[in-house]
Nanobody, 125 residues
């Protein structure tokens, strides 16, 4: 069974940084899309960023551009979300999701086939 596992969350002070990791395993794909989503208490889940696995092209929600950076490590079959200058409003549960093919609908959660358990990011005020 395909598994998606996030890690790297934690509690940081405002202005701090975190690097979230997402590792997918259990099956190989000729192409895929890996996306990051987040859900804050009392709010809807929202798209953060995505990457086309085979070519490494990255895409960001408008509000995330210039704020978070997605990257990949092919040797480790892992993608990352670098989060710098964190502020309290980004506090949320961050999810990694996998679709077993490339898609242009990477902003839509329903497009993804597998989801991780989430990793909590909390920024102290």
């Amino acid at each position: 069974q395909v598994q998606v596992v996030e890690s790297g969350g934690g509690l940081v002070q405002a202005g701090g940084s975190l690097r979230l990791s997402c590792a997918a395993s259990g099956r190989t794909f000729s192409s895929c899309t890996l996306g990051w989503f987040r859900q804050a208490p009392g709010k809807e889940r929202e798209f953060v960023a995505a990457i086309w696995c085979s070519v490494g092209a990255t895409y960001y929600a408008d509000s995330m551009k210039g704020r978070f950076t997605m990257s990949r490590d092919n040797a480790k079959n892992t993608v990352y979300l670098q989060m710098n200058n964190l502020q309290p409003e980004v506090t949320a549960l961050y999810y990694c999701a996998l679709r077993g093919r490339a898609t242009t609908q990477y902003r839509v959660g329903a497009e993804y086939d597998y989801w991780g358990q989430g990793t909590q990011v909390t920024v102290a005020s």
